[in-house]
């Protein structure tokens, strides 16, 4: 069982950069592959980034790629999206989640289990 609470969204300039916290809880975190994912109303939950167990291995989506950067911090339970050169379109809820996703499946929410209930990013022009 994880439990996740994101936090640090805020209103930031475009330009600007960003980092987002997710605290996690439970014994097995580190056996769970990690996730970020963004939605805004009206679209579906969209893929941001991922990283595998051991943070050895990460996956980005083509539009965050070279600005994003997930990492985990196993011993203190703790998985972080640091965020750089934001545009407006980034504009999002963003979401954490835990689950056993591996591969090419790591972009797919259905393979999370666990989710935390989001932080607000917004990014002006």
């Known amino acids: 069982q994880v439990r996740l609470v994101e936090s640090g969204g805020r209103l930031v300039q475009a330009g600007g950069s960003l980092r987002l916290s997710c605290a996690a809880s439970?014994?097995?975190?580190?056996?769970?592959?990690m996730g970020w994912f963004r939605q805004t109303p009206g679209k579906e939950r969209e893929f941001v980034a991922a990283?595998?167990?051991?943070?050895?291995?990460?996956t980005y989506a083509d539009s965050v790629k070279g600005r994003f950067t997930i990492s985990r911090d196993n011993a203190e339970k703790m998985v972080y999206l640091q965020m750089n050169s934001l545009k407006p379109e980034d504009t999002a809820v963003y979401y954490c989640?835990?689950?056993?996703?591996?591969?090419?499946?790591?972009?797919?929410?259905?393979?999370?289990?666990?989710w935390g209930q989001g932080t607000q990013v917004t990014v002006s022009s």
């Open positions: 439970g014994r097995t975190f580190s056996s769970y592959a």
């Open positions: 989640a835990a689950g056993s996703a591996s591969g090419s499946y790591y972009s797919d929410s259905g393979k999370y289990y666990y």
């Open positions: 990283i595998n167990w051991s943070g050895g291995s990460t």
